[in-house]
C-alpha cells in the first residue's frame, strides 16, 4: 500500500510525448506539480503547449533538461517528488539501427531514470508505461497460450535484435524494471501495458507511430487494400486515466494490460467512413495474406512478420484494468472519429 501526498511534485519523463501529454494534463487538472523531464526544455515551439496547459490548470508545470542515454540526467527532476511516471522510450518500427535507437534508449534509459529513483530519497512509486508488446510478440503466440487470451502473466518470448525489434525494446526495458525493483524496498512499481493507442493528442505536433499508422490508413497509402491484421487498440485519454490510477490508487500492484478492443485495420476504417470517408481515402478491402507477403518488402514489412501476424486473431485480456484501476474503456468508435477529426483538422491527409 502507498499513498502519494498530492502537494509533493511529480516527475513525467517524456513529457512531449503523445501519451505522456494526457497524463500531463490529468495531473496539472489535479491541482499538482509536475516535474517535466525532457530532452530540450529550450524548445518553446515544443512545449509552450504544455506551458498553456499548467496556465489554464489548477496545477503547476517545471521543466527539467533531461536525456535518457545520460547518466544521472533525471537526478534533478527527481528532486522531492513521491511519484515518477516513465514515459521516455523510443516508439518506432522504421529504424536502421534497432540497437542504438531503440534498445539503448529503452534500456538504458530505464536504467537512468530508476537509477536517479534509487538516489532520491522520497520516491514511493514509479509506474513505467510499458506496452502489450512486452505481454506478446507476435500474434500467433497467442495459439501457444490458454484459452488463446493473453494476460499478465504472459511474457513476449519471440521479439528479438532482428524480429520486431521495438516489442523487444519494450520487454527488455520492463524485465530490468522488475529486476532493479526487486533490489530495494524504497518504492514499488506498477506497470501500465497499453495496446496500440490511438485518440486525439494534446500536442499540436504528434510524433508517435500511433499518428503516422492512422495517417497511412487515411492518406491512400493503403486504398488497394490492408492486411487481414488484427490489433487491441485504447484511447490515448483512457490510457493516461490508467496512469493516474496506478500512480494515485494505493494498492495497485503489479501489470495491467490497458485496452479497449481488437479490430482489424479494415474495421478501424470501417468506423470513420461513415464522418469522414468523403475527407479521407480509406481502404475498403482486405487483401489476401499471400499477396501481403509477396508484396511486403516494398511496404516495409518483413516476411517473417507477414507469417506471424497476418490472419490471426488478437485476444488480451483487460479485466484487471477494470476491477482494480476502474478504468470504464471509451468506445473505438469515438476514439477513432476523435483522432480523424484532429488529423484532418490539422492537414494530416491534405495530400489525399
Ligand atoms: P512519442 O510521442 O514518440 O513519445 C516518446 C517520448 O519518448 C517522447 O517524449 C520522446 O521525447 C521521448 N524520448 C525518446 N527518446 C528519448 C531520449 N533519448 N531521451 C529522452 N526522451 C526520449 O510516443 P508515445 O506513443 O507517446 O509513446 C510513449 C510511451 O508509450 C512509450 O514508452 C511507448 O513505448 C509507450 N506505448 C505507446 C503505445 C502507442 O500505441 N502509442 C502503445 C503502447 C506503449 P522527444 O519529445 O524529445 O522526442
Not at 115 to 144: F, P, Q, Y
Request: hydrophobic share 40%; proline share 5%; net charge neutral.
Amino acid at each position: 500500500m502507498v499513498e502519494i501526498d498530492k502537494s509533493k511534485p511529480v516527475m513525467v519523463t517524456g513529457a512531449t510525448g503523445y501519451v505522456a501529454g494526457w497524463i500531463v494534463k490529468k495531473l496539472l487538472d489535479e491541482g499538482l506539480t509536475v516535474h517535466a523531464a525532457v530532452r530540450n526544455p529550450n524548445n518553446e515551439e515544443k512545449i509552450k503547449y504544455l506551458k498553456l496547459l499548467a496556465a489554464s490548470s489548477k496545477g503547476q508545470i517545471k521543466f527539467f533538461k533531461a536525456d535518457l542515454l545520460e547518466k544521472s540526467s533525471y537526478d534533478d527532476a527527481v528532486k522531492n517528488c513521491e511519484l515518477v511516471f516513465h514515459t521516455a522510450s523510443p516508439f518506432s518500427n522504421r529504424v536502421k539501427d534497432p540497437q542504438k535507437e531503440l534498445i539503448d534508449p529503452a534500456l538504458e534509459g530505464t536504467r537512468n531514470v530508476l537509477d536517479s529513483v534509487n538516489k532520491s530519497e522520497t520516491v514511493k512509486r514509479v509506474v513505467l508505461t510499458s506496452s502489450v508488446a512486452a505481454i506478446m510478440g507476435d500474434t500467433k503466440d497467442l495459439l501457444d497460450i490458454p484459452n488463446r487470451i493473453a494476460t499478465e502473466e504472459n511474457w513476449n518470448i519471440s521479439s528479438s535484435l532482428t524480429h520486431q525489434p521495438y516489442s523487444y525494446s519494450k520487454t527488455l526495458a520492463e524485465k530490468e524494471a522488475w529486476n532493479i525493483n526487486e533490489k530495494q524496498n524504497k518504492w514499488d512499481l506498477v506497470v501500465i501495458n497499453p495496446t496500440l493507442v490511438l485518440g486525439p493528442g494534446i500536442s499540436p505536433a504528434i510524433t508517435s507511430e500511433s499518428y503516422k499508422l492512422m495517417q497511412q490508413l487515411g492518406d491512400g497509402s493503403m486504398k488497394m487494400g490492408v492486411p487481414d491484421f488484427q490489433i487491441g487498440v485504447v484511447d490515448v485519454r483512457d490510457v493516461a486515466e490508467a496512469h493516474y490510477k496506478a500512480g494515485f490508487t494505493p494498492e495497485a500492484k503489479g501489470r495491467h494490460i490497458v485496452n479497449a478492443e481488437s479490430k482489424t485495420f479494415l474495421q478501424i476504417a470501417d468506423l470513420v467512413r461513415k464522418n469522414y470517408g468523403d475527407k479521407v481515402i480509406l481502404p475498403t478491402k482486405t487483401l489476401p495474406k499471400w499477396v501481403v507477403w509477396l508484396a511486403a518488402p516494398t511496404a516495409g514489412l518483413k516476411r517473417k512478420f507477414v507469417t506471424k501476424n497476418v490472419g490471426y486473431p488478437w485476444t488480451v485480456d483487460n479485466r484487471k484494468s477494470i476491477e482494480k484501476l476502474g478504468i470504464e474503456y471509451r468506445p473505438l468508435e469515438v476514439t477513432v472519429n476523435d483522432f480523424f477529426e484532429q488529423m484532418i483538422d490539422n492537414g494530416a491527409f491534405e495530400k489525399a
